[in-house]
């Protein structure tokens, strides 16, 4: 990314996402970036956004970034906290949560997320991820999903190493025939631009790239062959009140987040 | 104490209240071949594991929330340092509803979870069923019922009633599944006070209560402190290497360390 522009990438990435939701969704959030994008959100164009968090905070409002899912600042602000069962099989089971936010590790071309193992052997993988937590029921039971990460050609795989959730599985039908209720991944919103499910295939295809940012650069960061859009759009730059917003957020939390 | 070498253990408390006091009191007292159960291991699952206690671990998110991983856990898996153990990993709503059945009586609970992921093979103790009212795939999670479940929660009254408040994630279940309960609390006082999102815990759910002040600590207790972000980031160094970690034992545990 060229160095002249007054934003780096990962203040991008975060700012599209905050710019995905719109207001009084009921939106599931990870935390990391997911979470930052979340509460920006909410401080701009989605004040009425209503976010819940696996630990059971029910319409929280943090003022600042949490470091964890359970953090005092999540259930301070929250309208209720409730058990998790009452989170996993009142609120997301039957499919009353509008979007789920969502972070991996690897992704492959139908949007099917890892982040359990890196390496092909589950009993002796290379790297040991943390695992499922809450990931793949959001991602089989939000009526809409938006995925979170950095490209890179380790990250975006031809084969991800284990599908910890499923996005369209192999393509059209994978979906219906797990018995799924959610539409599945609508967007895949990365350091670099914006991946979209083609309607018909199910293939992630590139829409839109961040400024500065080449259709070369995304490729280069993707190891399968990917499918660009005929049209693509820009996005539009950060305004002021974003990025002051985000910067604010990242020190509220003085640690990196966990992308 | 209520823990024999053998054990199914369950420290329960999601971020919030982890029984950490009474987690260092099983590596003190030297327990071994527990199988121990959590959502989160969290540090201190990964302070079992490091310490020799852990057989198998049963979980469904196995990082250092906010931070990256579980240092002892991995050496564990990887190298089988101090010992080899066996894992079993599931989702939360999974997990969250294998403690619903087993607080319930029933051999296993249904959901609609793990949906055309990698689980479905690699994950024991689950099976798709078909509804018997429908056409539907569901799946089947077999109870849990830990020998002994320990919980840390804010005050008991003289009674020994317990009352708890904010985030308590799967903790009521836990407790209901359980063949035994230890409670630790910060404090005895005399009345309750009503409380926003809160639960009572009455004594005949209880086996063994002990006043521990501060010990969710480096999690949090709610109206008392805060969590210790500051102390989730130094583990990352401490648990890094077996020296540091082995030193950490040393000091922290078997030298009578209050930390």
């Known amino acids: 990314m060229s160095n002249d522009l007054k934003w780096n990438s990962t203040e991008m990435m975060t700012i599209a996402a905050a710019r995905s939701l719109q207001n009084e969704m009921i939106c599931f959030v990870g935390i990391g970036i997911p979470s930052t994008a979340a509460i920006l959100a909410k401080s701009m164009q989605a004040p009425d956004l209503f976010l819940i968090y696996e630990s059971g905070t029910i319409n929280t409002n943090p003022q600042k970034l949490p470091l964890s899912i359970g953090d005092g600042e999540l259930a301070n602000q929250a309208l209720t906290v409730v058990s998790m069962p009452e989170i996993f099989n009142y609120w997301l089971q039957p499919g009353r949560i509008d979007m789920g936010f969502l972070g991996a590790a690897q992704i492959d071309k139908f949007a099917n997320i890892n982040t359990t193992i890196i390496g092909s052997d589950y009993s002796n993988p290379k790297v040991r991820l943390p695992g499922a937590g809450g990931a793949p029921e959001i991602a089989g039971a939000c009526k809409e999903v938006v995925i979170i990460l950095k490209h890179s050609p380790r990250a975006f795989v031809e084969k991800i190493d284990f599908i910890t959730s499923l996005g369209f599985g192999d393509g059209p039908g994978s979906r219906e025939s797990a018995g799924l209720l959610g539409r599945g991944p609508s967007a895949v919103i990365t350091d670099l631009g914006v991946l979209k499910p083609d309607p018909e295939t199910c293939e992630l295809t590139l829409v839109q790239l961040h400024l500065g940012v080449s259709i070369e650069q995304v490729r280069e960061n993707t190891s399968w062959d990917l499918k660009v859009a005929p049209e693509i759009t820009i996005t539009a730059e950060p305004t002021e009140e974003e990025l002051a917003k985000v910067r604010a957020l990242v020190q509220s939390s003085r640690t990196v987040v966990r992308a | ?259």
């Open chain 2, 1 to 259: 104490m209520h823990v024999n070498d053998g054990d199914t253990i369950a420290l329960e408390g999601f971020t919030h209240l982890i029984p950490f006091a009474a987690g260092q009191e099983i590596i003190r007292q030297k327990k071994r071949e527990l199988t121990a159960i959590r959502l989160t291991p969290d540090l201190i699952y990964d302070q079992l594991i490091g310490a020799g206690c852990v057989a198998k671990l049963i979980f469904s998110w196995g990082g250092n929330p906010g931070v990256g991983s579980l240092h002892r856990l991995r050496d564990a898996l990887a190298n089988g340092w101090p010992r080899a153990i066996e894992i079993e990993e599931h989702t939360h709503a999974g997990m969250t509803n294998r403690y619903v059945a087993g607080a319930s009586g029933l051999p296993f609970a249904i959901l609609r979870g793990y949906a055309g992921t990698d689980l479905l093979t690699k994950t024991q103790n689950i099976a798709q069923i078909d509804s018997p009212f429908g056409n539907e795939k569901l799946l089947a999670v077999a109870a849990l019922n830990p020998d002994v479940t320990i919980i840390h929660a804010q005050q008991a009254d003289r009674k020994n009633n317990v009352m708890s408040w904010g985030i308590l994630g799967s903790s009521k279940e836990a407790i209901f599944a359980a063949k035994k309960v230890i409670v630790t609390v910060e404090e005895i006082v005399d009345e309750f006070e009503p409380r926003h999102s809160s639960v009572i815990i009455p004594e005949k759910l209880i086996t063994a209560l002990a006043v521990a002040p501060r010990g969710a600590w480096p999690s949090y207790a709610s109206g008392y402190y805060e969590r210790d972000n500051d102390q989730y980031i130094a583990w990352d160094e401490i648990s890094k290497e077996r020296d540091s970690f082995e030193n950490w034992l040393n000091d922290q545990i078997f030298s009578g360390g209050s930390n």
